[in-house]
């Protein structure tokens, strides 16, 4: 085989196995530690929406709403 080929070959099984889950597994293999992490995974999840809304001041009141005045002189 050229070294061209295993060049390609070694890159090959390097982007292979970095892209395998089981090389790296994110979670624990135990099942109770296993559940922790996920319940902590999706608590911190779960304020996802209220940054969101702080970011793009979703919970701010809208200034473009009209307010009822009485126009004459009182």
């Given at each position: 085989?050229?070294?061209?080929?295993q060049l390609i070959v070694g890159l090959l099984l390097v982007c292979a196995s970095v892209n395998m889950g089981c090389a790296t597994p994110i979670w624990?293999?135990?099942p109770d530690v296993r559940a922790?992490?996920?319940?902590?995974a999706s608590e911190s999840m779960r304020h996802?929406?209220?940054i969101w809304e702080?970011?793009?001041?979703l919970e701010l009141p809208d200034l473009?709403?009209?307010y009822?005045?009485?126009?004459g002189v009182i």
């Open positions: 085989m050229s070294l061209r080929k624990s293999p135990s922790r992490q996920l319940i902590y996802i929406p209220e702080r970011i793009w001041g473009a709403t009209p009822r005045v009485h126009g």
